[in-house]
């Protein structure tokens, strides 16, 4: 069993990791003002940022799903780690060296899985690149030659060999303390008739990285004819490896994608290694699947998916290059982004392109892209006969969904006029309209005009109303039109983000302050946490640590990223703040003892008559006092 990690080194690495800096790994990160930055949220789908970090109190919340914490918790999240498995990959990054309790650290046992299994790609990886070095990889070294690449080229991207014995890894990373179990687990290994033997054997071997740069799997190119496997053998569904959330040279390009706001997504390794030699360095590529939902996701949240973004595509210029450019304008409306394609002459992949016509020929096949609409009207328009009118109507209506798909509505006219002129159809302002009935009743029934085309087909029937989506209520229900539920969430905001400002006199508040139940509970934790006097650098950890459950822990975060709704966030404004709060809970205060004397009426003795008489005096004078003198009067 693992040894607990000693808590002052969990402190360590908490403090010694920026959460900006991690979260980039994933996502581009813009100033949101305030302190705060923000982004695309990689924990749901959005088109326009909600997710924002707070690099001054090392958190993180998106305002969309609720999802929120600290560094830790956003590794935990995206990477599916552990705890200990967190703080031992970010302990890692920081240079830390861990204390574990109970029992000591053994190197080797007490890692989590998922850093055993990094761990072992990231040791093959260094072992596969050394081959490369060696008198059986001369094969590998002539490929590579043959397409143009080098021995500079192969090490800055890691490129290596697998030698062609059974078990020549399995034997070295047994040597280096891992177990049969987990090389298998790994997908470096699988099972032989006396126990595990290498995958890989005999192969050109390029490392899958993930976007923080991890190894996490292999691509490998067959090179012997004795070779009986498939062409490219890939590592299978892992732990840590899974296709469909892969794309080969993201951690190289992704850089350059959010600084230019442009990806170029071509189909093989070579590819991207010769788009990168050649200047194109936002080439990025899929690992043995089809560009799909979950690749899209990377690159929307580096490209912020904004109308300025480009995403371009390459293929080839046969039929199966075009028929994977249709699959991708499937897609397109996934992006906020341009979407263009880029087909390569004479049915030549950007690798051979480079070969036969040079860098710059890769350059100009990206600068000479076509608009992915474009491109897919003019295929669907010439499956029909356009020498009969039924041809031309049938073009028609497969190709105006299509033009209706498009977002903006100058470009999606100047393409209905088009479209018109392809088919020969006078009146443009026909095809205008049919493209604008598509593109209305798609907006009615909140689909895309080419898929509500086929359900009024099925249906037989015009399109309905709109079907009101059911949205799951999330977090605490919190009236934010209530202007005192608006005031007290600005007081916690500032509680936990400028506790200074507060101090010592929010300290001095009670619950029942706090109108709002969830504000209460803040409250609440606050004081568990020890107020607010004297907050130092854990106080908003020990805030969070003290939420009873994670809803409140939510809303806590929430409040301490949410930007302060003042421009000069001072002591003026703190003061107004506690001065409304309070105000209004003396006024409610005031009203249940009014209620109390009427009734009591006459039958109260005295005594108990002149006590309620004189609270409510003091009460509305220091009410007064609050409305004439502020937050001196506190």
């Known amino acids: 069993m693992a040894g607990r990690i000693n808590d002052d080194d969990v402190k360590a690495v908490r403090d010694a990791v ?3 800096a991690v979260v980039s790994e994933y996502l581009q990160l813009r100033n949101a003002g305030g302190g705060n930055l923000k982004g695309l949220c990689p924990f749901h789908d959005e088109k326009s940022p909600s997710f924002q970090v707070s690099p001054a109190k090392g958190l993180f919340y998106c305002f969309g799903c609720q999802e929120g914490g600290d560094t830790v918790d956003f590794v935990m999240k995206i990477d599916h780690l552990s705890f200990a498995e967190t703080i031992e990959r970010l302990a890692s990054q920081a240079g830390i060296t861990l204390r574990y309790e109970e029992g000591g650290y053994t190197p080797g046992r007490q890692q989590g899985e998922r850093i055993r299994l990094i761990e072992a790609h990231k040791i093959a990886a260094k072992y596969y690149a050394e081959q490369l070095d060696g008198a059986e990889a001369e094969i590998g070294r002539k490929f590579l030659a043959e397409r143009g690449f080098d021995q500079a080229a192969a090490q800055h991207f890691g490129v290596g060999y697998s030698p062609a014995g059974w078990d020549h890894l399995v034997r070295f990373l047994r040597g280096r303390g891992f177990s049969d179990k987990e090389l298998i687990l790994s997908g470096l290994a699988q099972d032989g008739r006396r126990g595990p033997i290498d995958r890989f054997r005999g192969r050109l071997m390029w490392p899958i990285r993930d976007i923080t740069g991890e190894v996490i799997g292999f691509g490998a190119r067959k090179l012997r004819d004795d070779d009986n496997g498939p062409k490219y053998l890939n590592t299978p569904e892992t732990p840590i ?19 230019s706001n442009r990806a170029v997504v071509v189909e093989g390794y070579t590819d991207v290694m010769a788009c990168h030699l050649a200047g194109v360095t936002t080439a990025i590529a899929t690992c043995g699947t089809a560009f799909a939902g979950d690749h899209i996701k990377i690159l929307r949240r580096l490209l912020m998916d904004n109308s300025g973004s480009e995403v371009v595509f390459t ?14 304008f499937e897609d397109d409306q996934k992006f906020a982004a341009e979407t263009s394609i880029a087909i390569t002459p004479g049915g030549m992949d950007p690798c051979e392109l480079r070969l036969a016509q040079g860098d710059a020929a890769v350059q100009n096949l990206v600068e000479t892209r076509t608009p992915l609409f474009a491109f897919a009207i003019r295929q669907v328009v010439a499956r029909h006969n356009l020498d009969t009118a039924e041809g031309r109507a049938a073009a028609l209506e497969a190709a105006a969904p299509i033009v209706a798909n498009i977002k903006n509505s100058a470009i999606q006219h100047e393409y209905a006029v088009q479209l018109a002129g392809m088919l020969g159809i006078l009146d ?13 009743w798609a907006r009615e029934r909140g689909q895309r005009p080419d898929q509500q085309r086929g359900e009024r087909h099925r249906a037989g029937s015009p399109a309905g109303p709109p079907v009101p989506r059911q949205v799951a209520p999330s977090g605490p229900a919190l009236n934010l039109r209530s202007p005192a539920h608006r005031t007290e969430r600005e007081l916690l905001k500032l509680a936990l983000q400028r506790p200074e400002l507060v101090a010592p006199a929010f300290d001095a508040y009670g619950e029942d302050e706090f109108t709002a139940p969830p504000y209460a509970v803040v409250r609440r934790a606050v004081e ?18 003290a939420a009873p459950d994670d809803t409140v822990r939510a809303l806590i975060t929430e409040l301490a990223v949410e930007a302060i709704h003042a421009r000069t966030v001072d002591e003026v404004y ?3 703040q506690l001065v409304h709060v309070r105000l209004r809970a003396v006024e409610r205060r005031i009203e249940d003892v009014q209620t109390s004397l009427v009734r009591l009426g006459a039958q109260a ?3 108990h008559l002149a006590a309620v008489q004189n609270e409510l005096w003091v009460l509305q004078q220091y009410g007064k006092a609050l409305k004439d003198r502020g937050a001196a009067a506190l």
Do not use: C, M, N, W
């Open 18 to 20: 920026p959460i900006d």
């Open 241 to 259: 490896y899974r296709k469909s959330h892969v794309l080969y040279g993201i951690d190289l390009a992704k850089k350059d994608i959010a600084k």
């Open 315 to 328: 293929f080839d210029g046969d039929a199966a290059g075009q028929k994977a450019a249709l699959r991708a």
């Open 428 to 440: 443009s302002q026909f095809v205008v309209r049919r493209v604008g009935q598509l593109a209305r």
């Open 528 to 545: 568990q946490a020890g107020g607010v006097t004297g907050a130092d650098a854990g106080y908003l950890t020990r805030v969070r640590d």
């Open 574 to 576: 703190a003061g107004t």
């Open 605 to 607: 003795s005295p005594e």
